[in-house]
């Protein structure tokens, strides 16, 4: 496990040298001021990290707490011209705070890394409709779409991008511009696109999705099949086959098919009621039909992967909307203040930059005997953020205090032990148990 102490000369680095070296080269900081590129950075991020709902008052308190004395309008003036500024930065972070501890689960080890990705739109103020434009109806005229690939193994933040609201998840391919040989990449039906898995597959990587039962499907020697009648044709609740999907792919993998208990059948099929309605529409009765299954895909030869193996691990994908609930509930992710451009993108990227340090220093930890409660560690984060303010410019004491903060992690961070069900972590150790 990593002391927190061997972090701080990173984050001492990030939020003083490197800041006021990039706030000059992009031309942020023109000529010499008590707000620093540094200590404007220190402003926004610490200060959203202590309050994730802070007024630009509340800001300036921050840069009193900092040791400058600025004005909310000058605090606002600085803004206007903060986005390419925090936008660097916040790149600067994703490439520097990154763990390389992975988590001690021997099932993973098979792979380099596993990738999930995921999607989360926060709805903007209308007058940023041009720039991010909303899906309309019901929803937002103005919003962004915040696409995350997160690295379970070792708890990174491998990339974040932000889009126009209305954007598709199929149409993303944010995470295949740099593809990680061996490593597993995880995606839910949204990202739905045969061309994807099959650069994978090219590229020396694995994938593993939900089936799209609109897709044509072939056995593994070419010939059409029929999805509902395989399906209907095995009374058994678990079993897999190598097959064929697409009509001109034609790609090879294994499916991976569950039965589910009736009353999560029938649970589905309300939802398909309910979402038809909505929509004007009628459910097919295939469509009702093939609800009774769960259906997965995957180039994870058997030899890797059993078919328990494959059901267990998709459920790993359910992480990434566990942290974007966390961004949102204990962040205020979803919360911009102001009216105008450079106010909601300023505070957006410096939330963003607080969010990928507190992942750098919650990451190593996530391991244990007891897994840790990332709700109560950010909170922890919170609570002690102003010590880590006053101690930025003393390595020695900036050391102290993250090791400090180690400790109340080990303390007061884990989660309950009365908690009944089992986390994902312990439900992939179970299922190794099982294996020994």
């Known amino acids: 496990m990593t002391d927190l102490g061997t972090l701080a000369p990173k984050i001492q680095t990030f939020f003083t040298q490197t800041a006021n070296t990039v706030a000059g080269t992009i031309g942020f900081v023109e000529r010499i001021s008590k707000l620093t590129g540094a200590l404007f950075l220190q402003t926004l991020t610490f200060g959203f990290l202590d309050k994730p709902d802070a007024s630009l008052s509340e800001l300036t308190e921050t840069s009193h707490d900092l040791g400058v004395t600025i004005t909310k309008q000058g605090l606002q003036t600085r803004i206007e011209n903060a986005v390419p500024f925090l936008t660097e930065m916040f790149q600067q972070a994703l490439a520097l705070f990154r763990n390389e501890l992975p988590l001690e689960l021997k099932t993973l080890h098979q792979f380099t890394a596993i ?13 940023m409709q041009d720039e991010f434009p909303g899906c309309g109806g019901a929803g937002s005229d103005a919003a962004v779409k915040i696409q995350l690939t997160f690295e379970f193994l070792r708890g990174v933040i491998a990339g974040i991008c932000l889009q126009a609201g209305r954007s598709p998840d199929q149409s993303y391919t944010g995470e295949l511009q740099a593809i990680t040989p061996g490593a597993l990449y995880l995606s839910d039906l949204g990202y739905f696109v045969l061309s994807r898995f099959r650069t994978l597959d090219e590229r020396q990587a694995y994938f593993l999705s939900r089936f799209d039962t609109q897709t044509a499907l072939f056995t593994a020697t070419g010939e059409p099949r029929d999805l509902l009648a395989w399906l209907r044709a095995h009374p058994e609740p678990q079993f897999e086959e190598d097959v064929r999907i697409g009509s001109h792919e034609r790609l090879a993998c294994r499916m991976v098919v569950v039965r589910v208990p009736q009353e999560v059948a029938d649970a589905r099929r309300r939802k398909a009621y309910e979402t038809a309605r909505r929509k004007g529409r009628t459910p097919s009765e295939r469509h009702l039909a093939l609800m009774a299954w ?51 993108l300023s505070e957006l990227y410096a939330k963003l930059i607080g969010i990928v340090v507190m992942q750098f220093l919650l990451a190593p930890y996530r391991d244990g005997e007891r897994e840790l409660s990332v709700v109560k560690v950010v909170h922890i984060i919170q609570h002690h953020i102003l010590h880590v303010i006053e101690r930025l410019g003393n390595l020695e004491q900036l050391t102290a205090t993250l090791q400090e903060l180690a400790m109340r992690f080990l303390k007061n961070g884990m989660k309950d032990k009365r908690q009944k069900r089992l986390t994902t972590s312990q439900d992939i150790r179970a299922l190794e148990a099982t294996f020994a």
Request: hydrophobic share 50%; proline share 3%.
């Open 294 to 344: 769960t259906l997965f895909i995957t180039n994870v030869p058997a030899t890797m992967l059993t078919l328990r193996q494959v059901m267990v691990l998709y459920t790993v994908r359910w992480q990434i909307e566990l942290i974007f609930k966390l961004w949102k509930s204990e962040c205020a992710l979803d919360r911009v203040s102001g009216l105008h451009r450079e106010r909601v």
């Open 115 to 127: 990738f999930l990705t995921d999607s989360s739109t926060v709805a903007l103020p209308d007058a």
